[in-house]
C-alpha cells in the first residue's frame, strides 16, 4: 500500500526501526489504516505495555503522504510540546516566533500524518495544539497513541485489546526464539500467556526469563506473585486503583523486578532518572555507588537487557539503551520509595552539566562533528538538567552555566529557539554566581541577535557589559563587546562594528582566549572590512582563520570564513573558486543545522550561477533561499550590504528571463524543501575538493559595495591583528583554548 513519499517524509520522526519482529494484530492494523482513511484525528488507547505504540509506528510507516512522529513521554514541560512536535519534523527555526506558527507554515498545503505518542501526562497541551494543527490544515490527519483519549470534537477511538491466546503464545515462542530457545507452544506456555492477559511487554518480559527458568517454572512463580497480590499482602496493591488489566501489568512488572537480583533491581530504579536514551559511561557515572561498584554496571546491564527491561539501539553517537516508559516508571517509584530520588537527579545534572562542559571545549577540536551528534542524541537528558536547575533556588546559577555552556548547540546546531527560552528563563533568577549568569547574558544576546530581536539583544549585551566591568569579569566585557559588534555589522553601521569587533579581539588576546567565538569575531570583522571595500584585508583575516581553524579541526567557523573568501573571490572574477568554497561551506552548514550558513551560501551561489551563465538556475536557488529565510529571520538581516548580492543576481537573472520566467523559477525553488535544495545547489557543476584548489591569486580588487558593479579604491588602510597575532607567536597556546567564556 506504500506509494512514493515526498523528499522530505520523515526526518528526526522516523518510526523506530523494528528491532523485533511485528507479531499478530492484522486485524487492528486493518481497523486502524481504515479509521485513519474516515477520520483526521484517531487516537489509539489501551492500558500500559499492550502495544499501542508499535501499531501505530507500523500504521505510520506504511502512509503514503508525509509523516513525522513524536515521542512525547520525554517531555515533562507542557510548553515544550510544540518545540517536540517541531523538532520530529526536522524543522529549525532561528527566529523568535513561536514554534506553532512553523509547524502550520511547513504543514500547509500538503497532506500529512502527525503521530502523538506517548501523550497522556502532556492530554491538555496535545489536544489544544491537536486542535489547532487540524481547524488550520484540512490536509492533516492526527494517530495519538496513549492512554486516554483527547477529547476532541471528531475523534475517533480505537481501543487496543490485549493479544488473543493464539498470537501471545506466538509472540512469546517468537521471543523465545530471538534469544536461540526453542520453546514449545503447550500447555503451559499457554497458560502462562493466559495468566499475563495476552499483555505483549508482560509476555516479552517473561520470556527475557527464559534462560534461566522454564514456562513451568515461570508459571508457578507468577502464580505465587498473584497470589500474593491477592491477600493484600503484595507492595503492588493499590486499593480501589487501577483496573485489573493494569493491576496485571503492575504485578508481571513486578514479578519480574523481585526475580531480579538486588544489584538488577538497585540498577533498575537509579536507570530510571534518564530520559529516553543514555549510554553505558552516563550510566557507570549516575546509577554507581552505594552498593553498586562502577566496574559492574555493564554486566548488571547486560541482565536487564537480555531480560528485556532495557533494549539497546545504534545512533550517530555510538550504541545507546532505553527503558519502555511502564518500566521506567516501576523504576522511578521504587527509586522514590527508597528515598533515593533526589540524590541520583544531582547526579544526573551533575554528569550532564559535566558533559556540556566537555562538549562546550572539544567544539572547538577535529570532534566537532562529534560533539553536535552528542548533543543531538543527548537533549532530552539535558533538558531534564536544565528543568532540574532552573525550578531548585539553590540551583539556579548551574542552570545559567549550563544554559550557557551549550551556546554551540543553541546557535551552531540550528537550535536558537529553544537555547533562548532557557537562557530567558534562567537570567531572570537570582545567583549568588555572578559570572554564570554574565555567561548566560551574552549568550541570550547572541541568540537574540541572530533571531532579529534588536532591543532585547541589546538589552542582554548591555546589562552584561555593566556588570562584568562593576565585577571584574575580562572574559565577559570581551564577549558583550564582540557580541555587540556582531550587532552593528548586521545593523549596517559598518564604522561601529569595525570599531567594536578589533576591540574585542584585542581583549581575546589579552585574556588568551582562543575558540570559535574567537574566530567568528575576525570573520565578522573581515565582512565588516569586505562591506567598505577592502577586499584584501578581508581575505588576509579569513585565510588567517581558515589557518588556525584546520590547525585545530574547526569547521564550523572555517565555513564562514569560506563564506568570506568566496564572496573575495566572485568579486575578482574567480568564479570557480568561488563556488568551491561556497559549496564546502554550503555542505557544513547543512551538516550542523546551520540555517544562517546555509541560506547565506545559498544567495552567493545564485549569484555565483548566475555570473557563470546560469539564470533559471541562479533564480531557482533565488526562491529555495527565499523559503528559508522566514526560519531564519529578516532577509539578509534587511541590511543593505548582504542584500547587494541579492539584488545584482536577480537584476542579471531577470534582463535574462524576463520577469515571467524569472517569477516562475523563484516559485519552483520556493517548491523545494531544505535538504533537496542543499543537494541541488551542491550538484551544480563540477565540485572538486577544496585540497585541490590553487593558492589565492593575491591581493582581490575591491567593489562598492553599494552597486557592486565595478571595482573600487580601496578603503582605510587596515591594521595589523588576527588570531595569529597574539602574544605568544602560535594559535592555541593561549590559556583560554576553547573555554567559550566561562
Known sequence: MRGPQRPDAFSDGDPPLEL???????????????????????????????????LAARVAAGWESMCG????????????????????????????????????????GRPALLVLDGFEHLAGACAELAAELLRKLPQLRVLAAGRRPLGLAGERLCALAPLGEDEAAELFTDRAREQGLEVADGCEVRELCRRLEGIPLALELA??????????????????????????????????????????????????????????????????VFAQTFDLEAAEYVCSGDGLPAEDVLDVLSELLAQSVVTRE????????????????????????????????????????????????????????????????????????????????????????LAGSLWFCWVGCGRLAEGRRWLARSVELESEYERSRLKALWVL??????????????????????????????????????????????????????????????????????????LMAQVELAMARAFQGDLPDAVRLCEDVRRV???????????????????????????????????????????????????????????????????????????????IWPSVGLPLFGSAYYNAPHERCEAMARRTLGDARYEECVREGAGLDRATAVARALGHGTVRPLSALPAPRGPVPPADTATLEEPAGHAADSTPGGVTGRRGGRPGQGRGGGRGGR
Open 314 to 401: 545504534d545512533s550517530p553517537a555510538g550504541p545507546r539503551y532505553r527503558m519502555l516508559d511502564t518500566v521506567r516508571a516501576y523504576g522511578a517509584e521504587w527509586l522514590a520509595g527508597i528515598g533515593d530520588a533526589g540524590r541520583l537527579r544531582r547526579r544526573h545534572r551533575d554528569w550532564y552539566l559535566g558533559l556540556a562542559t566537555w562538549c562546550e571545549l572539544d567544539w572547538f577540536s577535529p570532534r566537532q562533528g562529534e560533539v553536535a551528534a552528542r548533543v543531538e542524541a543527548e537533549l532530552p537528558n539535558l533538558r531534564v538538567a536544565l528543568e532540574f536547575c532552573l525550578t531548585e533556588p539553590e540551583e539556579a546559577y548551574l542552570g545559567q552555566y
Open 207 to 272: 520470556a527475557g526469563r527464559l534462560r534461566a527458568l522454564s514456562p513451568g517454572q515461570l508459571l508457578q512463580r507468577l502464580d505465587d506473585r498473584f497470589r500474593l497480590l491477592a491477600t493484600g499482602a503484595g507492595p503492588l496493591t493499590v486499593p480501589g486503583g487501577p483496573p485489573a488489566r493494569h493491576q496485571t501489568l503492575r504485578t508481571a512488572i513486578g514479578w519480574s523486578h523481585e526475580l531480579c537480583t538486588p544489584a538488577e533491581r538497585l540498577l533498575w530504579a537509579r536507570l530510571s
Open 445 to 518: 544576546g547572541y541568540v537574540a541577535i541572530l533571531q532579529g530581536d534588536t532591543v532585547p539583544a541589546l538589552t542582554a549585551l548591555r546589562e552584561c557589559r555593566a556588570e562584568a566591568e562593576r565585577v571584574g569579569d575580562a572574559t565577559a566585557v570581551a564577549y558583550a563587546e564582540h557580541r555587540t559588534g556582531c550587532l552593528a555589522l548586521v545593523t549596517d553601521d559598518m564604522a561601529r562594528a569595525e570599531t567594536l569587533l578589533r576591540s574585542a579581539l584585542e581583549r581575546y588576546q589579552d585574556i588568551g582566549e582562543l575558540n570559535s567565538n574567537v
Open 69 to 108: 512522529r513524536v515521542e512525547l513521554a520525554p517531555v515533562r514541560d507542557p510548553q515544550f510540546v510544540e518545540y517536540a512536535v517541531a523538532e520530529a519534523l526536522g524543522l529549525t527555526d532561528h527566529t523568535a516566533r513561536l514554534p506553532r506558527e512553523m509547524l502550520l507554515e511547513h504543514l500547509a
Open 20 to 54: 523485533t519482529t511485528f507479531v499478530g494484530r492484522s486485524a487492528e492494523l486493518a481497523e486502524l489504516t481504515a479509521a485513519l482513511g474516515e477520520a483526521r484525528l484517531v487516537t489509539v488507547t489501551g492500558v500500559g505495555g499492550v502495544g499501542k505504540s508499535r
Open 549 to 627: 581553524c584546520e590547525d585545530h579541526g574547526e569547521r564550523w567557523a572555517r565555513s564562514y570564513a569560506l563564506y568570506v573568501l568566496a564572496y573575495a573571490a566572485w568579486q575578482d572574477g574567480a568564479q570557480d573558486r568561488a563556488r568551491e568554497l561556497l559549496a564546502e561551506c554550503l555542505r557544513n552548514a547543512h551538516a550542523f543545522r546551520d540555517l544562517l550558513g546555509s541560506v547565506l551560501s545559498l544567495e552567493l551561489l545564485a549569484l555565483v550561477t548566475a555570473a557563470q551563465g546560469d539564470p533559471a538556475e541562479a533564480a531557482l536557488l533565488q526562491g529555495a533561499a527565499g523559503r
